[in-house]
């Protein structure tokens, strides 16, 4: 199983930028999928997270400007990011809960490789 992230870059503030996470590999279901971030120097933190049922949950920081959404059907989530802030400027990483066949009963946090969002003022 492996996820891909794309869609980061540079982008002037108050830009928009899309990013993609694709799960692939024998996935039997996906649970919650969400995108994180670090910025130099600091922890991890939530960005967003969608469950199944399209229920979502944001961070703070970024409600009412971002907004996450997924395809069940092709296992990719996305973030869409809007009214961009240098303070927004960070790695971004996608993680998915999932089950895979022959695999375990339970969820399994999976993440991609990060794709880094830089913000300029």
């Known amino acids: 199983v492996q996820l891909q992230a794309y869609g980061g870059g540079l982008v002037q503030a108050g830009g928009s930028l899309r990013l993609s996470c694709a799960a692939s590999?024998?996935?039997?279901?996906?649970?919650?999928m969400g995108w994180y971030r670090q910025a130099p120097g600091k922890q991890r933190e939530m960005v967003a997270e969608i469950s199944p049922d399209g229920s979502t949950n944001y961070a703070d920081s970024v409600e009412g400007r971002f907004t996450i959404s997924r395809d069940n059907g092709r296992n990719v989530v996305y973030l869409l990011m809007n009214s961009l802030r240098p303070e927004d400027t960070a790695l971004y990483s996608c993680?998915?809960?999932?089950?895979?066949?022959?695999?375990?009963?339970?969820?399994?946090?999976?993440w991609g490789q990060g794709t880094q969002v830089t913000v300029s003022s």
């Open positions: 993680k998915a809960e999932i089950r895979y066949f022959g695999g375990s009963y339970y969820y399994s946090d999976y």
């Open positions: 590999g024998p996935i039997l279901s996906i649970n919650v």
